[in-house]
Structure formats: C-alpha cells, structure tokens
T-cell receptor, first 114, second 116 residues
C-alpha cells in the first residue's frame, strides 16, 4: 500500500508570493490534516479535512487555506508569503478503524521564503 | 485544552544503553490516543507506538516498550539496547477523539543521540 505522498519536497519562494502544496493520502483514508513545523513553534496543527469538508482549524491567519478533492487528495495554499512561513509542512493521512486508529505522515514539503 | 510536555530536550547515550523518554499530557477528554513518533533528519514523522485511553496495559515490541499511567498522565517510552540508528528526534503526541477534533497535539520533542 502506497504511503502519503507530498509534493513538492522542496520549495523556495519570495516574500509576497503564494504557494500551493499537495498531499495524496493513503488509499481509502478520507481524512487529511496538515501541520507546520518550525524550530521556534514546533509542530502545530493547521487544519483537517474529511470528505471534502474542513472539520477543524488551528490558530493560523487566513492566509493559510486548504481544500480536499473528491479523491481525498488535499492542497494547502499560503498567500502573501512571509519570512516566518519558512517551515516544514507535513501532511497526515488518518485511519479511524478501531485499533488501527492513527496518523501516517508524508515526507513533508520544506518551504523556504526569501 | 490539550497539552503535551516533554521535559527532556536532549539525551545522549552510548550504544547498547537503555534510554527512557518522558511524556506528560493534559486532557479533559476521557477518550484519547497517545502516540510516539520518530523524526530522523530526513524530516518524515515515523509512527512508533499508539495507546488508547482505555488500555493501560504496557507492552513490549521488539526493543521498544512503553509505560502508560493514567493516574500520573504519563506515557513514557523506552528503547532497550539503543543503537546509533535510533538517533533522531522523538515526539509524543495526543489526540482527543471528541473534544479535540481529531488533531494531534505534539510535545516539543526529545533529541536522542546514540554514540558508539
């Protein structure tokens, strides 16, 4: 079974630009969540999507948005990039079946804003 | 609000030593899951172990074992006979099923260095 696929792996953007990151969950998983990891703030929850609906959102500004498609693939978008948005962005695919409840993470997208 | 505390920032051990990583959590939910993840330099979070709030039985899986105690809200993780390949950052995480909206709250991580 293929794992969680995140693209691209690395990205360099300029301040003020926008960026879109992609995540394909494990086949059959309908929940996708996104996390931001920075040296200063650690791992922080961005949002979760389930069956194309955002079910939960972390404490991030409106510049951070996302969506989920009917095939469960998800994208997150960051507009008007700031230097502080430089981070590793991790996507997690969740299964919610009894004892198998858990999250599988992708390899992440490392975003650098210059 | 849910919170996870990993008081150990960095631990250094010599290969073959046993090492225990501490984790203390806070939650108001009665139904929750606790996890340990390993993050090597490549960045991916690798799932290690999971425990739900209704099962306090402690287990051993290969070189990994864990001690879950609801009375002290602790979920400690032990690596037996550590190896250099165990060097990584280890995160403890909590997921509240009802009140938390199925999100993971992470601790700040413990950097484990295993030296020859």
């Amino acid at each position: 079974k293929a794992g969680v696929t995140q693209t691209p792996r690395y990205l360099i953007k300029t301040r003020g630009q926008q960026v879109t990151l992609s995540c394909s969950p494990i086949s059959g998983h309908r929940s996708v969540s996104w996390y931001q990891q920075t040296p200063g703030q650690g791992l922080q929850f961005l949002f979760e999507y389930f069956s194309e609906t955002q079910r939960n959102k972390g404490n991030f500004p409106g510049r951070f948005s996302g969506r989920q498609f009917s095939n469960s693939r998800s994208e997150m978008n960051v507009s008007t990039l700031e230097l502080g948005d430089s981070a590793l962005y991790l996507c997690a695919s969740r299964i919610n079946v009894g004892r198998e409840y858990g999250y599988t993470f992708g390899s992440g997208t490392r975003l650098t804003v210059v | 609000a849910q919170k996870v505390t990993q008081a150990q920032t960095e631990i250094s051990v010599v290969e073959k030593e046993d090492v225990t990583l501490d984790c203390v959590y806070e939650t108001r939910d009665t139904t929750y899951y606790l996890f340990w993840y390993k993050q090597p330099p490549s960045g991916e979070l690798v799932f290690l172990i999971r425990r739900n709030s209704f099962d306090e039985q402690n287990e051993i899986s290969g070189r990994y074992s864990w001690n879950f105690q609801k009375s002290t809200s602790s979920f400690n993780f032990t690596i037996t006979a550590s190896q250099v390949v165990d060097s990584a950052v280890y995160f403890c995480a909590l997921s509240e099923v009802a009140g938390g909206g199925n999100k993971l709250t992470f601790g700040t991580g413990t950097q484990l260095k295993v030296e020859l």
